[in-house]
């Protein structure tokens, strides 16, 4: 089993957030809900990650899973 990521994509995906809504990142890369949790993790060492919007508006979360500010992009997937 890897404990490196799948690359669900390679451009940021732009999600309408909500101020103090929760958000769970998928960090496996797997979900067929990106950029979100569907349990497809599941038997794996990842876990989703909890992202707690702090002002509603656009978020850009990380499809690569290679983004150091997990779980929003960083541009690392310019590097892919």
Same mark, same amino acid.
């Given at each position: 089993?890897?404990? $490196? #990521?799948?690359? !669900?994509?390679? !451009?940021? *995906? %732009? *999600?309408?957030?909500? &101020?103090? %809504?929760?958000?769970?990142?998928? /960090?496996?890369?797997?979900?067929?809900? $990106? #950029? @979100?949790?569907?349990? /497809?993790?599941?038997?794996?060492? @990842?876990?989703?990650?909890?992202?707690? &919007?702090? %002002?509603?508006?656009?978020?850009? @979360?990380?499809?690569?899973?290679?983004?150091?500010?997990? #779980?929003?992009?960083?541009?690392?997937?310019? %590097?892919?």
């Amino acid at each position: 089993m890897s404990d $490196q #990521p799948v690359v !669900a994509g390679k !451009a940021p *995906i %732009k *999600i309408a957030v909500e &101020a103090g %809504k929760d958000y769970w990142w998928c /960090s496996c890369g797997k979900s067929a809900k $990106q #950029p @979100f949790c569907d349990g /497809s993790h599941k038997g794996s060492s @990842f876990s989703p990650m909890k992202y707690t &919007a702090e %002002k509603t508006g656009d978020a850009w @979360f990380c499809a690569c899973k290679g983004t150091g500010k997990s #779980p929003l992009c960083d541009g690392t997937h310019n %590097k892919l």
